[in-house]
């Protein structure tokens, strides 16, 4: 049975830093396209970033990295200068087949195994 656990959300203050963590079971997250997606209330789940395991770190952009430690079967998202629009519920999520590099912009209908969520709050 596959299971993914977020952990490491939380509430922060605006221009904090939150670290989100994923441990699978079930499934390997080596070789695989993996990524992080978020929902909002009243809004549609969107990506936040997405990484093939079988290479290095993911890529980040200004705020937010992707990273995996395939020895411990997990996937982390680091957020930084926190907004409070970034408030949401933050899945990962993982493709059923390994081998497969992720497309320039994964959809969340691409990803077979999902998380439960781990809540986000930023105040202002």
């Known amino acids: 049975q596959v299971e993914l656990v977020e952990s490491g959300g939380g509430s922060a203050q605006a221009g904090g830093s939150l670290r989100l963590s994923c441990v699978a079971s079930?499934?390997?997250?080596?070789?695989?396209?993996v990524g992080w997606f978020r929902q909002a209330p009243g809004r549609e789940r969107e990506l936040v970033a997405a990484?093939?395991?079988?290479t290095g770190s993911g890529p980040s952009n200004a705020r937010f990295a992707i990273s995996h430690d395939n020895a411990e079967n997990t996937l982390f998202l680091r957020m930084d200068s926190l907004k409070p629009e970034d408030s949401a519920m933050y899945y990962c999520a993982a493709y059923a087949i390994q081998y497969f590099l992720c497309p320039p912009s994964p959809r969340a209908a691409d990803f077979a195994y999902w998380g439960q969520g781990a809540q986000v709050t930023v105040s202002a």
């Open positions: 990484t093939y395991t079988g």
């Open positions: 079930g499934v390997a997250l080596s070789d695989r396209c």
